[in-house]
C-alpha cells in the first residue's frame, strides 16, 4: 500500500509526525511525503524511510500541490495532517477537540503513544563537528530562545548560574546537527520548537525547561520531565524565570 502523507511545512510538525511514516512503513507500507524543499536534504538523511519529495514554496504548497503530486503518484491513501488549514483538507469536528499532535495520530490512525517512537538516523561526524564550534566547556546549558516567530525574553544567565550558554542559532542546514549539544548539556532551555519536539520524542533525559508559545490546541503533549517558565500579562511579553512551575 502506497501512503502520502500532507504536512509541507514546519520542521518541528514534520518531526513530530514522523513516527506516524515509520508505523506505515514497519507494517509493509511505501510512505511518500511532500515537504519545504529546503527540508528535505536533512530529513532524507534523518528518515531515509520515507519519500521526501521536494516542493517550491509557490501556489497553494501547503495542501493543494502536494495532494496533486501524491495523486500522480498513485497513493492508495493520502492523509492532509494539518488540524487547521481549510474546512477542506481539515476534520473539524475531530480537531476542535484535540491538540494539534493528537489530532495527527486520530487522523491517521496511529496510536497517539508513537509519537514518543521516534526513529530518526543521526550523522555523529557533523554532530561532533558543531559541539567543538559552539561548546567550548564541559558544563553548559542549551537554549533555543528565538525563533522566526517569537523571542523569548528573560533572565537566560539567572537559569545557567555562572554555567556557559550555548544559544541554538542558524548556523547549520540540519537541526538534527544539534543533537549531541541537546544530549550533552546540563540544562535545556526550549522555547515551543523543533528542537523541544525532538527532546522530547527521544526522551533525552536530564533538566529540561519549555516556554510555551502558542495557544493550547497548538503546544505538544510533553511527557518527559520538564519545568514550564510561565509568561508575563500579554502586554510585556515576557518570560518570568522566578514563577519556574513543574
Known amino acids: 500500500m502506497k501512503i502520502g502523507l500532507i504536512q509541507s511545512r514546519g520542521i518541528g510538525d514534520i518531526i513530530i509526525a ?17 515537504i519545504d524543499e529546503d527540508f528535505v536534504t536533512s530529513f532524507r538523511s534523518a528518515a531515509p524511510y520515507v519519500e521526501f519529495i521536494p516542493l ?41 477537540f484535540l491538540k494539534f499532535d493528537q489530532y495527527k495520530y486520530a487522523i491517521s490512525g496511529v496510536p497517539f503513544q508513537e509519537k514518543w517512537q521516534l526513529s530518526i538516523v543521526r550523522d555523529r561526524e557533523r554532530e561532533d563537528r558543531l559541539f567543538r564550534a559552539v561548546v567550548r566547556g564541559n558544563d553548559f546549558v542549551v537554549a533555543h530562545v528565538q525563533s522566526s516567530r517569537v523571542h523569548a525574553d528573560f533572565d537566560l544567565a539567572a537559569l545557567a548560574e555562572g554555567r556557559e550558554i550555548v544559544e541554538i542559532t542558524p548556523r547549520t542546514d540540519s537541526v538534527f ?12 532551555v526550549l522555547i515551543d520548537s523543533c528542537f523541544a519536539n525532538l527532546t522530547e520524542q527521544l526522551g533525552i533525559v536530564g533538566p529540561k525547561i519549555f516556554l510555551p508559545t502558542s495557544d493550547v490546541h497548538f503546544t505538544p503533549v510533553l511527557c518527559g520531565d520538564w519545568k514550564f517558565l510561565t509568561r508575563q500579562p500579554a502586554e510585556t511579553g515576557k518570560f518570568m524565570a522566578e514563577k519556574l512551575s513543574t
Open 177 to 188: 546537527d544539534w543533537l549531541s549539544v541537546i544530549e550533552r548539556a546540563s540544562l535545556r
Open 56 to 96: 517550491k514554496k509557490e501556489h497553494d504548497w501547503f495542501a493543494q500541490v502536494p495532494f496533486e503530486r501524491l495523486k500522480e503518484r498513485a497513493c492508495d491513501r493520502i492523509v492532509p495532517l494539518y488540524s487547521y488549514l481549510s474546512h477542506r483538507h481539515t476534520n473539524q469536528a475531530l480537531a476542535q
Open 18 to 34: 514522523l513516527p506516524i511514516a515509520k508505523y506505515f512503513v514497519d507494517r509493509g507500507c511505501e510512505v511518500l511525503w511532500p
